[in-house]
T-cell receptor, first 114, second 109 residues
Framework: DTAVSQTPKYLVTQMGNDKSIKCEQN?????MYWYKQDSKKFLKIMFS???????INETVPNRFSPKSPDKAHLNLHINSLELGDSAVYFC?????????????FGSGTRLTVV | TQLLEQSPQFLSIQEGENLTVYCNSS?????LQWYRQEPGEGPVLLVT?????EVKKLKRLTFQFGDARKDSSLHITAAQPGDTGLYLC?????????FGTGTSLTVIP
């Protein structure tokens, strides 16, 4: 069983389209996150959800919207995709804010906007 | 300027060599973690250090947290091709969590 699973693994789409990435965790963790990894491999947090409540919202464009139907799922919806959105997006979860037990990451979704 | 700077950015060594990767900051952290990320996968937690001066060993990997809790090092002894990957430090200050700039390690058989 995969602890944190996200789909799709690869996503190629045209500028202006709307797309979603799904994430599910079966670890029973309280908090889930979305991270963006750029071409230089730098990881930057986008959102986190704790008990269906957004607790971190970094300065990301409002074209990005997280949606959490329940504690085990955190989906990422992106409107009006732009070339600069091309990156690898990682879903993650933690049981203590990640401070000691760390984050468990999914295997990533490589988004390419053409 | 990133909060957590790692050096070197890239490292290519022969199998059997030793290496050290550094993670530096001007900020004080409550805890610091090291992750390894393999191509096509997400980062995987290797260790968490919380006490200044703390040293932890994981087989051939030795992690040290600086006395002032501002920096850390990762030392690998007798590197193997399976150690190849992107090494990331990560740390929290208050309720903010940050990842380092990364060190890409290639171990050549």
């Amino acid at each position: 069983d995969t602890a944190v699973s996200q789909t799709p693994k690869y996503l190629v789409t045209q500028m202006g389209n709307d797309k979603s990435i799904k994430c599910e965790q079966n670890l029973g963790h309280d908090t889930m996150y979305w991270y963006k990894q750029d071409s230089k491999k730098f990881l930057k947090i986008m959102f986190s959800y704790n008990n269906k409540e957004l607790i971190i919202n970094e300065t990301v464009p409002n074209r990005f919207s997280p949606k959490s139907p329940d504690k085990a799922h955190l989906n990422l919806h992106i409107n009006s995709l732009e070339l600069g959105d091309s990156a690898v997006y990682f879903c993650a979860s933690s049981q203590d804010g990640g401070f000691y037990y760390g984050y468990t990451f999914g295997s990533g979704t490589r988004l390419t906007v053409v | 300027t990133q909060l957590l700077e790692q050096s070197p950015q890239f490292l290519s060594i022969q199998e059997g060599e030793n290496l050290t990767v550094y993670c530096n900051s001007s900020s004080v952290f409550s805890s610091l973690q090291w992750y390894r990320q393999e191509p096509g996968e997400g980062p995987v937690l290797l260790v968490t250090v919380v006490t200044g001066g703390e040293v932890k060993k994981l087989k051939r990997l030795t992690f040290q947290f600086g006395d002032a809790r501002k920096d850390s090092s990762l030392h690998i002894t007798a590197a193997q091709p399976g150690d190849t990957g992107l090494y990331l430090c990560a740390a929290n200050t208050g309720n903010q969590f940050y990842f380092g700039t990364g060190t890409s390690l290639t171990v050549i058989p």
